[in-house]
Structures are given as C-alpha cells and as structure tokens.
C-alpha cells in the first residue's frame, strides 16, 4: 500500500473514531439530560404532592379545630338552655296574672309621679299603664317582693299606643336609683346600667327580629352571680358579664323619651322564680 493511501486510511479512521466517540458522547449526554430531566419531573411531582400534603394537613388542621369550636359552642350552647329550663322551674317567688280587676296588690289609679301623669288598671286580665311623659323618663312599680341575687324573670309587654321608641321595661338588682333595665321598643332592645351619676348602655338600642311589632313581646332574663341572658319571646338576643349590682329588687314598667309624649301599655303573665340556695 501506498504511503498516501495508508495516511488517507489513518486519517478516515481517525475521523471514523472521532466520530464514534463524538456520537457515544452525544448518546451519552442525551441520556444524562433524560434523567436529569427525570430527576427534575420527578423532584417537581415530589414537591407538588408534598404541598398538597401539606395543604390537606393544614386543612384538616383547620377542620379539627373548626370541629373543636363547633364543639365547644355546642357545649355552651346545650349548658344555656340547660340553664334556661332549670330557671323556669326554680321556686316561685310571684306568678301574677292580673285576673283579679279590683287586685289590693297592685296600683291602680291616678299617678303622678315624677317625670310623668300616670295612670294605672287591671282590665280584662292585663295590667294597663298610660302616661305623658315630662321628659325622659322610665316609669316603674316599686313592688318588688324580695331582694333577689340570682333569678328569673318574665313579663308580657303590649303597646297600645305611643311613639316608636317607646319601651316596656324590667328592672332587675334595684336598689334605689341603681338597677339594670333591659327594654324593648317596636323594634329594638337595650340593657342599661343605672346609677346616681348617670345612665350607661351595656347594650345599645339593637335592632332584633324576635320582636312582635304588633301583639304581645314577653320579656324575660335570667341573672345568675354577673351573668344575664336576655330573652324576647323565648328567644336569647343577647348576653353579657356585669358585676356592677349582686342582687336587689325586681320591678317592670315603661318609659318615653321625650316630653310631652304619651303611651299606653297592658302586662300580663308576670313571672319571679329565684334560684335555690
């Protein structure tokens, strides 16, 4: 063989195994890239199934303790009308449903009091109270038949006639000027806080839909130690915690705000039950 021929041979085989070498390269990287890009799908789909456990660990975080408050809500919820059905049958205290029309035991008449030309009835069983106001003023009975701390409390309320804000009221842990008074308008309910120095809304005017604009409204409250439920036909509208009074007198009545306004009222079925002990 020619030495030419012989280089020509060297150099194609050379290029041959160049290129075999530069191919098994090739195949080489391709391979790698495949199973790095592998590596990086599977990392990725590692990644997202663990987000998503942790989404779903974080949910059923989120369920546990939604479930937990459900459960501690039901909890309250089952100990208050537990409460409230125990308060109905605690020991009568007075039961009064104003059959009697020429009753001793109530007021009837002419009453000026202070703030307001009153006058009250016993007719047709319900207690009726009119009045035209001086000014703003809560007009009450004063026959409360006990210091009471812990008990329960009902009366029905019908407006006869007066203005919208006009209100029936329950007094409760009285002592002279310093009581509670939870009220109820045409369409709304406070509980105030009396004292010498002034009037403070625990509970704003609210407006609630267990009210009966029309026909009777019974209101109701139950105080045992600072807790008050108050109720409007069966229904709880509210509850605080106030430690201002620990017991006193018991009354209801009705109150205008303005002067020279005057309202009519008619209560029945009044109910005091005190706790035992």
Do not use: C
């Not at 035991?105 to 009250?120: F, L, Y």
């Amino acid at each position: 063989m020619q030495p030419v021929t012989r280089w020509r041979v060297a150099f194609f085989s050379f290029v041959l195994l160049a290129l075999a070498g530069a191919a098994a390269g090739f195949l080489l990287w391709q391979e790698q890239e495949r199973e790095a890009s592998r590596q990086r799908t599977a990392r990725r789909a590692a990644e997202q199934e663990a987000a998503q456990l942790r989404q779903e660990l974080a949910g059923l975080r989120s369920d546990s303790t939604t479930l937990l408050g459900q459960l501690e809500e039901a909890k309250k919820a089952g100990a208050k009308l537990d409460l409230i059905q125990r308060a109905k049958s605690w020991p009568i205290t007075l039961v009064e449903t104003f059959a009697q029309a020429d009753s001793p035991a109530w007021p009837q008449g002419d009453a000026p009091e202070i703030g307001i030309d009153g006058k009250r009835s016993i007719s047709f069983g319900e207690y009726v109270w009119s009045g035209t106001s001086h000014g703003n003023v809560i007009w009450y009975t004063e026959k409360s038949p006990a210091q009471l701390a812990n008990f329960y409390l009902a009366v029905e309320a019908r407006k006869l006639s007066g203005p919208a804000d006009a209100y029936a009221a329950l007094l409760l842990r009285k002592n002279g000027v310093r009581y509670y008074s939870f009220r109820v308008n045409d369409t709304s309910y406070s509980l105030w806080l009396q004292t010498e120095a002034a009037w403070t809304p625990l509970r704003p005017w609210t407006v609630s839909p267990a009210i009966h604009l029309q026909g009777k409204n019974r209101m109701s409250v139950i105080v045992q130690d600072s807790h008050l439920i108050l109720m409007i036909n069966d229904q709880i509208v509210d509850e605080l915690d106030d430690a201002s009074f620990s017991a006193g007198d018991v009354d209801f009545g009705i109150g205008l705000l303005r002067a020279d306004e005057s309202a009519t009222f008619a209560f029945d079925s009044l109910e005091i039950r005190h706790a035992p002990g």
